[in-house]
């Protein structure tokens, strides 16, 4: 069946091959789609010799329609078919549906109720001052060194400490985390390796970790989250093990991708308006939370999450048939026109911000306030010790339609 509009009628971008965002987003397709046809359909080549070609995606890329997908699981269902573009069936997607990115309501609504106390407001502020105690580590780390690579001594330190301590696990094994994520974000990215080999042996090892995790805080609970998760209930059932392990995959991956990328996008951010820096350190206080804010909006750690349309539905005038695959690009979103004005300037003074950095709706993600909370300790510490850290040396970004993963960033210390 043809479909209409067709991407590239319009732009001359392929969305589909992971290397087009390893220099970032394509913020002008994006907006010539926005402006042009703003549900469109993108063809879906091989991504590896000898594969075959996939059914195809609608890419949506502008901000009121991914907010309304957002809201009507109903006709959009990541249960359905995953949250990624990448076509899954039978085992596979049998085991995504047990992830709560991978459910709808109101099952999603149950489990995520059940889990979400770790991540509120009371345990946060519990947290805070293990995060500054690791903030205040990372810059130790640092101090006298005349560059660094960024996203190696700290945006990947920060997320890594803090989810060490929070699932309760030893800290010194903490880079098997980065090694095993890198090779679970990065499979299409040769540095990582690349391959469907790469993906699963690294996806095996963090599980049968995690395994043995779960087993001894079986035998021996601490106030972590593991041990918390094991004596989670939903609807009177206590989780068993395949969904512990999923949300240990969720949070070691999304959760440490998430903040290192930020992390990193912020100290990009830094050095490329050196205006909104001076007005940042003129009052650190009443200015570091509209720039994360700003920060997360302009940066967009995450490029995408896929739905699947359980029914035959018109958007804008495209006609999406039941199975279709549907694409959210937040990185569109956040730069659109009709909700942001001068979205191509950066200005930590902006007032509301109304992007979509952590998604929207029921999938809002369940671990932005720890984000938050780390971002802020981070640069705070970083800003007030060490003020005249720079970008020396561009970032480097893994191949990936998913994330928009940072893999290093040169900085340097002139002072």
């Not at 690791?134 to 005349?146: E, H, L, P, R």
């Not at 301590?165 to 030893?170: E, N, P, R, Y």
């Not at 679970?184 to 963090?206: C, Q, R, S, Y």
């Not at 979509?356 to 306030?369: E, K, P, Q, S």
Request: hydrophobic share 40%.
């Amino acid at each position: 069946m043809k479909r209409s509009p067709l991407v590239h009628d319009f732009v001359d971008v392929d969305l589909w091959d992971p290397a087009t965002f390893s220099v970032g987003p394509p913020y002008e397709a994006f907006a010539a789609l926005r402006q042009k046809a703003p549900v469109a359909f993108h063809p879906e080549p091989p991504r590896r010799a000898g594969g075959k070609e996939g059914p195809g995606f609608w890419c949506v890329t502008r901000h009121a329609d991914i907010v309304e997908i957002s809201k009507d699981a109903g006709t959009f269902s990541s249960w359905a078919g995953g949250f990624t573009g990448a076509d899954i069936s039978g085992a596979i997607l049998e085991e995504t549906r047990l992830n709560l990115m991978g459910m709808d309501p109101p099952d999603h609504t149950a489990f995520r109720r059940s889990v979400r106390a770790p991540f509120g407001p009371a345990v946060t502020r519990d947290l805070g001052q293990h995060v500054q105690r690791f903030a205040t580590q990372i810059v130790d780390a640092v101090s006298g060194q005349n560059e660094v690579d960024f996203v190696d001594n700290v945006a990947s330190e920060m997320p890594l400490l803090t989810l060490s301590h929070m699932l309760g696990v030893a800290p010194e094994d903490r880079r098997k985390f980065y090694h095993w994520s890198n090779a679970i974000i990065g499979n299409h990215d040769p540095e990582f390796g690349g391959t469907v080999t790469d993906f699963l042996t690294a996806k095996n090892e963090l599980f049968a970790y995690g395994r043995e995790v779960i087993a001894a805080k079986r035998q021996n609970p601490d106030h972590g989250l593991v041990s918390t998760f094991i004596s989670s209930k939903v609807d009177g059932v206590p989780l068993d093990d395949e969904k512990i392990i999923l949300l240990w995959f969720l949070l070691l991956i999304a959760g440490n991708e998430t903040t290192r990328s930020s992390l990193t996008g912020a100290m990009e951010m830094l050095s490329a308006f050196p205006e909104q820096r001076a007005l940042l350190l003129s009052d650190l206080d009443a200015h570091l939370p509209g720039f994360i804010e700003e920060s997360l909006r302009f940066t967009n750690p995450v490029l995408h999450f896929r739905r699947t349309a359980t029914k035959d539905v018109d958007l804008n005038g495209a006609q999406i048939k039941a199975g279709d695959k549907v694409i959210l690009w937040y990185p569109s979103a956040n730069r659109d026109e009709a909700v942001f004005d001068r979205p191509e300037e950066f200005d930590l003074t902006r007032s509301p911000n109304l992007h979509v950095a952590f998604g929207f709706g029921v999938h809002f993600c369940l671990g932005a306030r720890v984000g938050r909370l780390q971002i802020e300790t981070m640069l705070r510490e970083l800003l007030t010790r060490l003020p005249d850290i720079e970008v020396n040396v561009p970032a480097q970004r893994a191949h990936s339609t998913f994330l928009n993963s940072p893999k290093s960033l040169g900085v340097c210390f002139s002072g």
